[in-house]
């Protein structure tokens, strides 16, 4: 069975500073999906990036990047120049063959001012 | 951008209650979810649904829970006699192909307390 591990409860950062939140997920699967969701305090899920296991290049979106290593089955999230409106809990999740995703247990991010 | 809408946003029921927590999903969707969430904890799938049929579904869905799409607009859970432990926020999501090729959009939740 697949299980997704984010091993940092809480992180913090100043504002503008750069920040790097851990996931570990364990499959035997080959092709697979990747994501990374931020849940605000008003609790909705926002995807935040999307990575391809078949891909070797790491997925960008803006401020956010992931570090994707598929033999250390590690999927690491970077925010840089980190807003305040980036504070919220941060999701690692894994998808395989079914289309169900397998989340992490989240990671609280708080940007301080 | 396109939105899934969840009602009602709170629900408080007795143990032992039917509750029927409702979805509006993006119109040209086709494949549907319901995940939930427990205060403090991960979110967890319940099921998916296609086709009008249930195409995976967790240990946690059993035969208390059922899903319906019964006008081709909404999506419903059911849960057909509430247990302390349902006590969570219930999301809804939707998207258009299988979420690995197209973005998965979620809804606000339901939370949900039984009492």
């Known amino acids: 069975a697949q299980t997704v591990t984010q091993s940092q409860p809480e992180m913090s950062v100043q504002e503008a500073e750069t920040v790097t939140l851990s996931c570990t997920y364990d499959?035997?699967?080959?092709?697979?999906?990747l994501f990374w969701y931020k849940q605000p305090p008003s609790r909705q899920m926002i995807l935040v990036i999307r990575?391809?296991?078949?891909?070797?290049q790491n997925a960008t979106e803006n401020r956010f990047s992931v570090n994707f290593q598929k033999a250390a089955k590690s999927f690491s999230l970077k925010i840089s120049d980190s807003q305040l409106g980036d504070t919220a809990m941060y999701f690692c999740?894994?998808?395989?063959?079914?289309?169900?995703?397998?989340f992490g247990t989240g990671t609280r991010l708080q940007v301080f001012p | 951008e396109p939105e899934v809408t969840q009602t009602p946003s709170h629900q408080v029921t007795q143990m032992g209650q039917e509750v029927i927590l409702r979805c509006v999903p993006i119109?040209?969707?086709?494949?549907f979810y319901w995940y939930r969430q427990i205060l403090g904890q991960k979110v967890e799938f319940l099921v998916s649904?296609?086709?009008?049929?249930?195409?995976?579904k967790s240990e946690i869905f059993d035969d208390q829970f059922s899903v319906e799409r019964p006008d081709g607009s909404n999506f419903t859970l059911k849960i057909r006699s509430t247990k302390l432990e349902d006590s969570a926020m219930y999301f809804c999501?939707?998207?258009?192909?299988?979420?690995?090729?197209?973005?998965?959009?979620f809804g606000s939740g339901t939370q949900l307390s039984v009492l």
């Open positions: 999501a939707s998207s258009e192909a299988l979420p690995h090729t197209e973005k998965l959009f």
């Open positions: 499959t035997s699967e080959n092709n697979y999906y």
């Open positions: 990575q391809e296991a078949y891909k070797q």
């Open positions: 999740a894994f998808m395989g063959v079914t289309d169900k995703l397998i």
């Open positions: 119109s040209n969707h086709l494949y």
């Open positions: 649904f296609y086709n009008n049929e249930i195409s995976e």
